[in-house]
């Protein structure tokens, strides 16, 4: 990583007066109140390796639990709204609009989480946290299908978890 990195700086050079360490190396929360406000939006995804007899379970609503998507989408969506209080540097930031979408292949489910906000710092990490909390939910929801006779969970991971893309258009 190069110094400019170290300090807080991008790789594209925004934010560059940004840093989480004052000079001291104390970890601090950065101070967005002189940027201006943008309209942001993020979206991040992230897919959960599940059987093939428990995504059809999932896709008959036969999971002893309730509906999988129905709960993961709610909780994909309480993450958001609460991700400044799990990520110490995150500001809490108003979101506008929290959009997910659940795509169910033979042995998977893929989740992708949009969020939108208008303020002075984005919302990837939003996104990322309601990706990872949604797959959390459908592990919790689905695990007594999942379990092996050992009690353990061989096939069953989450991968993939990256932000798409992420938008910021300043306000005039």
């Not at 991008?10 to 190396?25: C, F, K, R």
């Not at 959009?99 to 989480?113: K, M």
């Not at 303020?119 to 999942?146: F, H, I, P, S, Y």
């Not at 969970?153 to 910021?168: A, F, L, N, Q």
Request: with cysteine; net charge negative.
């Amino acid at each position: 990583m190069s110094d400019e990195r170290d300090r807080g700086e991008s790789a594209d050079g925004d934010d560059s007066d940004l840093t989480h360490v004052d000079e001291e190396g104390n970890v601090q929360m950065v101070d967005v109140g002189a940027k201006p406000d943008s309209r942001r939006r993020a979206v991040a995804r992230g897919t959960i390796h599940l059987s093939a007899s428990t995504v059809r379970a999932i896709r008959d609503d036969e999971i002893g639990k309730g509906d999988v998507l129905a709960t993961a989408r709610i909780g994909a969506i309480q993450a958001v709204k609460h991700t400044w209080e799990t990520i110490p540097m995150c500001h809490q930031i108003p979101i506008t609009n929290v959009d997910t979408e659940f795509e169910v292949a033979d042995e998977s489910v893929t989740l992708s989480v949009t969020v939108g906000t208008t303020g002075k710092t984005g919302c990837e990490m939003e996104a990322l946290e309601g990706v990872t909390t949604g797959l959390n939910v459908v592990w919790d929801m689905v695990k007594a299908a999942e379990k092996d006779d050992d009690g353990q969970y061989p096939g069953t991971r989450i991968s993939d978890v990256e932000v798409v893309t992420k938008e910021k258009e300043t306000l005039d």
